[in-house]
């Protein structure tokens, strides 16, 4: 079978990305082995291509982050030939082979079925960008957030995780400000549900004062750093910001005065190991609340011959939206 391989030069460390056949026998361990489909592209995609380094754990490794597809065989009472699965997180791609093979082998607890409403295209058209989106809006559902509050602003707006949280919340009812550094994509911003483009020069990557005008009801934020920082002091009293990406680096140069006086709270979303009725609900969610024809919009469909390019260009920001990878293209 076909397969995204990544190996390393041991004596230069420098890795090298190339599709070649792999035996099904070279799969590691798991209960479950499913025919992938599709997977998507993300940044850490980009990363265990283009740069190796502390994601992938051992060589020759195969990356992509998730995968849809259909069940080939299971020692899983659970699952069994011929289900629609869907897997994101679990280190997939990371620590584990992951999608950009025509075949995965995994454990069976890391999978959630298909919701109705889903096909492995669209599931894959939304994948994790699209589910760690969906888990950013039900933590603020959770904590009080509702579409007459105000304003809900999303940073990143152009990736995939921004993306998809536009037209979710868009969906729902929400008021949506979308923050991108690139004027071009004002027109796909606005047809995903976006009311409002804000100049990424607006939110600048200078904390100004501790505490701004209280304006945003709610953010989901997918690059954190200091935009983050700034965004908390904007935010209205008691409300919250879902905090799920680290593009803007892992630091926080923030005071702890919003926290204080206005009572801002700062969610962090972590996708990659949650409960199994947590997954499946974001599924069904994405399933419910994402509209399906607002996805074509901002799909790009790839091969795996194409990644080792695209790998390097999500990496250096030239990807916009979701780009979905035909596994049997």
Known sequence: MRALVVEKDEDSGK????????????????????AVEYST??????????QGGGLVRSYPHVPGIDFSGTVESSDDPRYAPGDKVVLTGWRVGEAHWGGYAEKARVKADWLVPLPEGLDTRMAMAVGTAGFTAMLGVMALEDHGLEPEHGPVLVTGASGGVGSVAIAILANLGYEVAAVTGRPDNESYLRELGASTIVPRAEIADTVKRPLEAETWAGCI?????????RVLGQMKYGCSVASVGLAGGADLPAKVIPFLLRGVNLLG???VMKPYDTRL????????DLPMENLEDMIETATLDALPDLGAAILEGRVKGRVLVDIRA
Do not use: H, Q
């Open 15 to 34: 890795t090298r990305a190339a599709v070649k056949d792999i035996a099904e026998d070279d799969l590691p361990a798991g209960d479950v082995t499913v």
């Open 281 to 288: 609900e974001a599924w069904r969610r994405v399933a419910r």
């Open 221 to 229: 934020d997918a690059v954190g750093g200091a935009m983050l920082a």
């Open 41 to 50: 592209l993300n940044y850490k995609d980009g990363l265990c291509i283009g």
């Open 269 to 271: 979303i972590d996708s």
